[in-house]
């Protein structure tokens, strides 16, 4: 931390006592002054009342017989006196005579009347005595320079000794505390020591309170300290955590852009370098997975809601014949600067899909020969029908003709062989689009769908009996079997339902009916 230079108390108490030192003296010095000039003013005044008193009757004779010498006298004598300035004598028969000392400005002048000597009572004429203004000024000054000294002289002294105890009592144990205190460092045990002048006063009730906050800020620093420790190693473990995880994690940006990931997402999409080169184009999960259009509804409706979205998604990876399977997890959160993040969660998943593509297509497919089983047939067909409701179909229900004959004699794998030969020749008989289905046993299901043209299911039927006639090779003893099929039709335009069982119901009585007549033909219900 940068050094600050410390100005210190006392120096600034100096400056703040001698300004206001001075300015009281400046107004004591100005209050003197008016005070000495309005009592110059009044001993100048009585100073002249006094004078007058004196010559006053010698003033009165000489205006009375108009006597010139003795005026003459009576004015020498006034203005050998240092007070007096001016003097003039006037009487009202004319009579007149002034005299003044030099041409200064006059200051106090008292006027009196000169009464007759023989009458008393009248008035004869006036005396006038003037004093220069100088004089009140000089005398005014000399008091208030006087008073101004012993003035100053106990304001300074005063002040001198105040500083000198502010200093001792206040200023020097305030520094002592504020560099004990500044020297003190965070976590330090050191601690201000009480000074014993002044242990019960506020300083010492200040060195114990900054003890005090220093014991509980060192305590608050331990355990600050330990808690540190601890979010550290729990930040550690986390990190660990999170790299080392099973589960890919990631997050998105409300653009649903790549923002940050763990070590586990890019091992399990398997392409570091290609993760790394998106990240500045934000096109990372555009060009890793095979359903783009899925991703961009999966980000959608998460930003939509705060519940958790989830999809399977294919990767795209050259050189693999199937796909491997990533399960994603995606739900949106705020962040503590209020912006919408998504934080995501991927799984490698392939072996889960494989697995119950293998589940799905048992439960869907025969295993030996391939085709639908019934379940998975009749909802082929009710998807077929809600989705075309003036479309047609054709129920074939085809059953083999000597195949017990050929399992009882040869066995259950050569039945197995005829069944799978059998089934290839059905395939082969249909169109793509037509179900082929194995209903048990010997027994099929095939369903022409779309069946607009009428004479197809003939030429579809005698096909099949064709085409199943045709002879078997054994694999085991190269021995040539034959069975044939006898085959039960209706279609929708013929039945009165569109239920799934009771077409089969109907073809069923059909088949039957073939059977009875010698087999390996086909009829229509009707």
């Known amino acids: 931390m940068a050094q600050i230079r410390i100005k ?59 006597n010139e010498q003795i005026a003459q006298d009576v004015l020498s004598g006034l203005l050998k006196n240092t007070v007096v300035q001016r003097v003039e004598i006037a009487s009202h028969e004319g009579f007149s005579l002034s005299h003044e000392k030099q041409s200064l400005p006059i200051g106090t002048s008292v006027v009196r009347n000169l009464i007759s000597p023989f009458n008393v009572g009248e008035v004869i004429g006036k005396i006038s005595l003037h004093a220069s203004v100088n004089y009140n000024q000089e005398k005014a000054q000399q008091s208030t320079i006087f008073s101004i000294i012993i003035s100053a002289s106990l304001i300074g002294l005063t002040t001198l000794i105040i500083l000198w105890q502010v200093k001792r009592q206040v200023s020097a144990p305030l520094s002592f505390v504020s ?45 600050e300290r330990v808690l540190r420790e601890k979010v550290e190693t729990a930040e550690q473990q986390l990190r660990h955590i999170y790299n080392s995880s099973s589960a890919g994690l990631f997050v998105l940006d409300e653009q649903g852009d790549l923002s940050n990931y763990n070590s586990t997402f890019t091992r399990i999409l398997n392409n570091t370098r290609q993760i790394n080169e998106n990240l500045a184009t934000n096109d990372l999960f555009k060009n890793l997975l095979g359903q783009q259009d899925e991703f961009a509804l999966l980000i959608k409706q998460a930003l939509a809601s705060y519940q958790l979205e989830t999809h399977d998604f294919p990767l795209v990876e050259a050189g693999r014949s199937a796909p491997r399977w990533m399960h994603c997890l995606l739900s949106k959160m705020i962040d503590s600067n209020g912006v919408v993040v998504l934080e995501g969660v991927i799984f490698d998943v392939t072996e889960r899909v494989q697995n119950e593509e293998v589940v799905k297509r048992e439960a869907y497919y025969d295993h030996l020969t391939g085709m639908l089983r019934r379940n998975p047939a009749k909802m082929q067909f009710e998807s077929y029908l809600s989705n075309n409701p003036s479309a047609n179909a054709c129920f074939l229900l085809l059953d083999l003709d000597g195949f017990k004959q050929v399992n009882d004699t040869y066995g259950h794998d050569a039945g197995d062989q005829v069944l799978t030969i ?31 043209d009428v004479s197809l299911k003939s030429e579809v039927a005698n096909k099949m009996l064709e085409s199943i006639s045709q002879p078997i090779s054994l694999d085991d003893t190269n021995e040539l079997v034959s069975v044939g099929v006898s085959i039960g039709m209706t279609d929708l335009r013929l039945s009165k339902s569109t239920n799934f069982d009771t077409l089969i119901k109907d073809a069923d009585q059909a088949m039957y009916q073939v059977k009875n007549d010698g087999k390996n033909n086909y009829q229509i219900k009707s």
């Open 179 to 223: 560099n004990t205190l500044h020297a003190i460092e965070a976590g330090s045990v050191k601690r201000i020591l009480l000074l014993n002048s002044h242990k019960q006063d506020e300083l010492g009730r200040l060195g114990r309170d900054i003890n005090a906050l220093l014991d509980t800020l060192g305590s608050q620093f331990d355990a």
């Open 8 to 66: 210190p108390l006392h120096h600034k108490l100096v400056l703040t006592v001698v300004s206001i030192m001075l300015l009281l003296a400046a107004v004591t010095a100005g209050l003197v002054y008016y005070y000495e000039s309005e009592h110059a003013h009044l001993e100048t005044e009585q100073t002249l009342n006094q004078l007058l008193d004196t010559v006053s009757l010698t003033a009165s004779i000489a205006a009375y017989s108009k």
């Open 422 to 452: 059998a089934a290839e020749r059905l395939f082969k008989c249909v169109r793509v689009n037509d179900v082929v289905c194995r209903l048990g046993g010997d027994e099929f299901l095939i369903i022409l769908m779309n069946d607009h």
